[in-house]
Structure formats: C-alpha cells, structure tokens
C-alpha cells in the first residue's frame, strides 16, 4: 500500500511564512492527486490546496494568493509554501494522498499523520 510521511509546520508570528512537505511511497498504486487539508478545533477538514496528475491546481479560497502548492513527480513529493499566515490559519494540516490500486483498480485516500500549524505573536 501507500505510505504518506509529512513534516514541517510549527509556530510563526503573523505575517510569517511555513513550508510543508508530503512523500508517499510504497507499491502498487497509482496517485491521481496529492494535496493538503487542515481541521482547526471545533470546525470541520477543509481543503487548502490540490495538485491533480493533469498538473491542475485547486486552493481553497481562504488561501488564494498566499499558499502555493508545488510537486516532484520523480519524488511523488509535493510541498505547500505557506506566506503572509495569519491567526486564522491555525489548524492541523494533513497530507492527502488520492490512489487507484494497480491491480484492484480501486479508489481510495491516504492521509499523513498531521501536523499542528499555530500562527501567533
């Protein structure tokens, strides 16, 4: 199966930049997009922003104009820069991961474990 291994994140002052990283790696799989999700206390997972295997992006609107997502196709890596945070950015984000199995032809999500985002002065 697939294996998601994230990092970064951490405290930034507003206005302050992050950078996220995301590798999946296993076997027999296809990914047909890999992006990142963010859950804050109280509220539901939401979509921050998607790279499909077409290279179209999708961001959520709260992020549009700070956060770029990029991808390494040869690392099945993908990266989110994080600029001008602000308090309301404060979530746990989580790798996403979207699969077809190669043989079972079966469609399925593969989350990172997540990791905790506070920006604050």
């Known amino acids: 199966q697939v294996q998601v291994m994230q990092s970064g994140g951490g405290l930034v002052q507003p206005g302050g930049s992050l950078r996220l990283s995301c590798e999946a790696s296993g076997s027999s799989f296809s990914i047909n997009s890999m992006g990142w999700y963010r859950q804050a206390p109280g509220k539901e997972r939401e979509l921050v922003a998607e790279?499909?295997?077409?290279?179209?992006?999708n961001y959520g609107d709260s992020v549009k104009g700070r956060f770029s997502i990029s991808r390494d196709d040869a690392k099945q890596t993908v990266y989110l820069q994080m600029n001008s945070l602000k308090p309301e950015d404060t979530a746990v984000y989580y790798c996403?991961?979207?699969?077809?199995?190669?043989?079972?032809?079966?469609?399925?999500?593969?989350w990172g474990r997540g990791t905790q985002v506070t920006v604050s002065a």
């Open positions: 790279i499909i295997g077409d290279g179209k992006i």
């Open positions: 996403n991961v979207k699969i077809t199995g190669r043989y079972s032809g079966t469609h399925n999500n593969a």
